[in-house]
């Protein structure tokens, strides 16, 4: 059991998505010999596989970037604040030649099993190729969401027309010029496509379970001046990300220094508990609607939450002519800041437009695919092409279809059937010498992610390393540190919009039938969540177990 060559490999890694590119640059400069796998034809993972029209960055670009190469900083030049899906996919191209990177990866080729032999210390790991490898270490770097999820409607096969999934997107695209288009699912993905989908489509039927709270994108294209300045400043935007507990820095050009012949730019305020409800109104029109989400208190208080979204609800009403689509899509019965935050670029006005409609499927569920389209308790709805974009079985869904198997043949998915157990979000107990790429219970997805991406390929990277050096066979967590590493992340999670009872999402896997509820993510914070991974090297590895 071997490479091609017959050699043991150092290092096996799972997915060419930012994780897997910049975990293969790293390796490689370590000199280790080491073999890469994607089941895409192309890099990029999540950048690769969602292609759907409107895909693009929920952060600002300058932020949402490698931050590994000075060189790479400097010379890529951005065209957009927010850049959409094909220049990240370029741009991940581009790092993919630049650091020779491709010479390790094999693609459209899916691992289907990993398993751990205790006698030599060593990892197999099969393919749909039929091939086998042989490594000491295995690392999954195969992103938080990765597994799509398809509903489980009634004779879901019936449908005669075309079906996609925004997660699984045609590389050359789809025409859907004059097409009568259906989308079940409005989260984040339902939000980006819907309205470009309706500047193509003839008629387009949103089918929405949940309406969302979304605020605008603000995206815009990239100045110069300010894509010339933000060069100038990266290493200062690199250091407040470090030192954000979202590792992100807010960046907005270079201070500026007050001057006192001008009055101050006005700010909006911190609580909205703290202001009157003329103010709140004030404060709504002076600053946008994106204001709601930036009071502090509307994080942890239901009161000042709850204000928040009536807010919100007046808001839609005032905005949507329709006052039906306004009700329709009105978020009612859970908080703002339950689910990821989702951003759009013209997504109401999207459902102003007559080609536009909505179907509330609170209201009127659906029964069954039909040949021709959908039917829901009220009607049958009939259509040429419908798209899922009903999100992804998150953070343990693809992991837990794989065959990983570990000491004693203790296969991961079977460890992780009541929710997932890793300690730091790195290691899991018996699996040793296994590591995951922002994993359950790292900041991974409640963070900029590709800041947390980097911070965990090189904490992996500098163990291989210490690892080797000190002729260290296997590193595997301790029982004792896993289960308080557990309980740590419930803790952290306590209080949270995101786990308050009437929140349902991917982050608790409440989306999935049957996965249990759990808050997934560790929400203490990468800032802190760095320093502890800074903590336990000091120690000399605590909470893990070093055999040698
Ligand atoms: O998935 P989602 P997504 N019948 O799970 C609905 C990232 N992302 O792909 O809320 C009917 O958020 C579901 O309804 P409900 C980002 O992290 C980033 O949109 O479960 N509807 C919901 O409306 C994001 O959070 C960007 O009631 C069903 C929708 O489908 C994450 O990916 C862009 C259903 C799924 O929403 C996931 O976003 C896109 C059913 N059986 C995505 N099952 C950026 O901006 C599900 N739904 C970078």
Redesign the pocket.
């Known amino acids: 059991m071997s490479d091609s060559q017959g050699k043991v490999l150092d290092a096996i890694v799972v997915g060419t998505g930012m994780a897997g590119l910049y975990m293969i640059k790293r390796l490689n400069d370590q000199g280790l010999n080491i073999q890469a796998f994607e089941a895409g034809s192309g890099v990029g993972g999540a950048w690769f596989w969602?292609r759907y029209p409107g895909?693009?960055?929920?952060l600002p670009i300058i932020e949402y970037s490698y931050s590994f190469s000075k060189e790479l900083e400097q010379d890529w030049n951005w065209t957009e604040v927010m850049a959409g899906q094909p220049e990240i996919e370029r741009y991940l191209n581009h790092v993919a030649d630049r650091f020779d990177l491709r010479k390790d990866i094999k693609f459209d080729t899916k691992v289907t099993d990993c398993l751990y032999d205790e006698k030599s210390n060593l990892w197999t790991v099969k393919t749909n190729k039929g091939e086998t490898y042989t490594a000491t270490y295995c690392i999954l770097a195969t992103g938080c969401?990765n597994e799509p999820?398809y509903?489980?409607?009634k004779n879901a096969d019936a449908f005669k027309g075309d079906v996609y999934h925004?997660?699984q997107w045609p590389r050359n695209g789809v025409d859907l010029s004059g097409k009568r288009v259906a989308i079940?699912?409005?989260?984040?993905?339902?939000?980006?496509a819907i309205p470009q989908i309706a500047k193509q489509a003839k008629q387009l039927i949103a089918?929405?379970?949940?309406p969302?709270y979304t605020f605008p994108a603000r995206n815009a294209p990239m100045k110069p001046e300010f894509l010339a300045q933000a060069k100038k400043d990266y290493a200062e935007i690199r250091e407040r990300q470090r030192n954000n507990e979202m590792g992100i820095a807010n960046y907005n050009g270079p201070k500026k220094e007050a001057d006192p012949s001008k009055p101050a730019k006005p700010k909006p305020s911190k609580k909205i508990m703290d202001i009157t409800p003329e103010q709140r109104k004030q404060e709504i029109k002076d600053f946008g609607i994106n204001v709601l989400s930036q009071y502090v208190d509307t994080y942890f208080n239901r009161e000042a939450n709850e204000i928040a979204c009536e807010l919100y609800r007046e808001y839609l009403r005032e905005t949507l002519e329709d006052p039906q689509k306004a009700d329709a899509l009105s978020p009612k019965n859970y908080p703002l800041h339950c689910?990821?935050p989702?951003?759009d670029t013209e997504y109401y006005a999207a459902f102003q437009r007559d080609n536009v409609s909505i179907v509330d499927?609170r209201a009127t569920p659906?029964e069954e695919v039909t040949a021709k389209g959908l039917r829901t308790t009220q009607a049958e709805y009939e259509f040429d092409v419908l798209i899922y974009?009903?999100?992804?079985d998150?953070m343990t869904g693809t992991i837990k279809r794989l065959n990983i198997r570990g000491r004693n043949n203790q296969l991961l998915a079977d460890k992780w059937k009541d929710g997932p157990r890793m300690y730091m979000g790195l290691q899991s107990v018996g699996f040793p010498n296994f590591f995951t790429v922002t994993g359950p219970g790292s900041p991974s997805?409640v963070s900029n992610v590709l800041h947390s991406i980097e911070q965990h390929v090189e904490w992996i990277d500098a163990c291989i390393a210490y690892l080797r050096e000190n002729h260290i066979k296997t590193i595997e967590p301790k029982i004792e540190a896993e289960d308080a590493w557990v309980e740590h992340v419930n803790k952290a999670a306590e209080g949270s919009m995101m786990t308050a009872p009437t929140c349902?999402?991917?982050y608790l896997g409440t989306?999935i039938e049957g996965k249990p509820r759990g808050f997934m993510p560790y929400l203490a914070g990468t800032k802190t969540y760095r320093q502890e991974c800074e903590e336990v090297v000091a120690k000399g590895y605590e909470g893990f177990s070093l055999a040698s």
Request: with cysteine.
């Open positions: 969602n895909c693009r960055a929920d969401l999820n509903p489980d409607f925004t997660a079940v699912g409005c989260g984040s993905s339902g939000v980006q089918f929405q379970r949940s969302v689910k990821r989702v951003i499927l659906v974009a009903t999100g992804f998150a997805v349902n999402s991917w989306n």
